[in-house]
């Protein structure tokens, strides 16, 4: 028997892995915010499985629920035929989340990830409106399958597809060519809403409030209230991918809440599960709701595990001081991450992102990536975004105390310290 551990994942699992070449340990226990390796090392988690893990890891109401279930043999694998489990989310999703913010949305289950739920969203666009184009927005990332290939931006990514991905236009993302929202608009808008331009009229326009994988850039409320006006004025629809800003993330629990906008499709994953458990949904307000039976479907749409934990987690959503303490907790790190600006000049550091979507962009090369491996080496799990990887992001579940958010930003500093002064 080998004495490296790391030995088996480099010789027979595939080259294509990469969170096991970014923390080069093997895991073994995990509870909210804390990770523990085979050797009983223990990390904290400012990752929190890139946003799938919001409410940290083997919470213990959900994990009581799971296994109550579990024990009673309730149906584990049911496609979309109706089942318990499924009915108590669609009944707590609708009575916690839905009705209180004044939404209608039907709830469709495409399938266990992220790009399954972008990839209906994508399909009932077009069907709904006839037409094959969608918009989406300068370092947008939507998912891995080729539809949600044809709307992400990152070079790397789409060249992995290996065919030509069409049927999409890319326009600019708020600040990515101007400040002011008024001259951006002017230049989208002379694209899409004038006559000439060559550009084909859109079924609808996808983005993400806080882009997650392009660099933790943040839209302005304004920004976004002008893309859904001009959704509106142009005939097309609004998507908004909330799979990784969503659930608590970006502050409440859509994303896109403070700035008061309806999309029309929204596209939800990751943290929807509670536990880490496979899950997606995509709300579509009713009158799009077009799709004939059976007309977009999978195998796994149907994972009650899922639900049971997913319903549990709703649980914190009907207590008004979890979000208050989402935000409380918000200003702590950003004002931790401007202390670290100033402190680290050699950084070349600029904020990015909100809620407990944060992080540092460097314009040092290399320097976020060294942050987030000197980091790893003082305890404390995180990763980076960007083209570039040029941001370190902190992903702390939503739950964490100031016991551990303070530590964990403790660890990061020296990481920082460490990272500057090679």
């Not at 080998?2 to 970014?22: D, I, L």
């Not at 969203?121 to 077009?126: D, H, T, V």
């Not at 149907?302 to 914190?316: M, R």
Request: glycine content about 10%.
């Amino acid at each position: 028997m080998t004495t490296n551990k790391m030995q088996v994942f480099e010789e027979k699992e595939s080259a294509v892995r990469s969170y096991s070449r970014s923390f080069p340990t093997v895991f073994h226990k995990a509870k909210g915010y804390q990770l523990w390796d085979e050797a009983n090392n223990e990390f904290i988690d400012f990752f929190s499985g890139a946003g799938a893990l919001n409410y940290g890891h083997n919470d213990e109401r959900m994990k009581e629920k799971l296994i109550e279930y579990i024990k009673e043999d309730g149906i584990i694998h049911s496609l979309d035929m109706a089942s318990k489990a499924r009915r108590e989310f669609l009944e707590a999703f609708n009575s916690t989340i839905l009705e209180p913010r004044n939404m209608d949305y039907k709830v469709m289950f495409p399938g266990p990830t992220g790009t399954n739920s972008v990839e209906s969203a994508l399909k009932l666009a077009r069907k709904v409106k006839g037409r094959t184009n969608i918009v989406s927005f300068t370092n947008g990332f939507h998912g891995m399958t080729l539809g949600s290939l044809a709307v992400t931006s990152n070079e790397f990514k789409r060249a992995g597809a290996g065919v030509p991905l069409g049927n999409a236009l890319t326009m600019p993302y708020d600040k990515f060519v101007h400040e002011s929202v008024e001259t951006q608009m002017k230049h989208i808008r002379s694209f899409l809403d004038r006559a000439g331009s060559g550009v084909d009229k859109p079924a609808a326009i996808i983005l993400e409030t806080v882009q997650g994988e392009g660099g933790l850039n943040a839209a302005s409320n304004e920004w976004l209230q002008e893309i859904e006006r001009l959704c509106r004025d142009i005939d097309a629809l609004l998507i908004v991918d909330d799979i990784q800003a969503g659930v608590g993330r970006a502050g409440s629990f859509f994303s896109f809440e403070s700035a008061g906008i309806n999309p029309d499709i929204i596209c939800m994953s990751k943290s929807i599960g509670g536990y880490g458990m496979p899950m997606a949904i995509t709300l579509i307000r009713p009158e799009l709701d077009q799709w004939a039976p059976g007309e977009h479907n999978g195998t796994f749409r149907g994972n009650a595990p899922a639900f049971v934990t997913a319903t549990a987690a709703l649980e914190y959503w009907k207590d008004p001081s979890f979000e208050k303490e989402i935000a409380r907790k918000s200003d702590k790190i950003t004002a931790f991450l401007q202390k670290m600006i100033e402190k680290y000049p050699a950084l070349k550091g600029s904020l990015r992102g909100r809620g407990f979507i944060q992080g540092i962009r460097s314009d040092v090369e290399d320097l976020a990536n060294n942050v987030s491996w000197h980091s790893y080496k003082n305890g404390l799990i995180m990763e980076t975004a960007g083209p570039n990887d040029e941001v370190f992001k902190l992903f702390p579940p939503l739950i964490i105390d100031d016991e551990g958010l303070d530590e964990g930003l403790r660890r990061l500093e020296l990481g920082i310290s460490d990272a500057v002064s090679e």
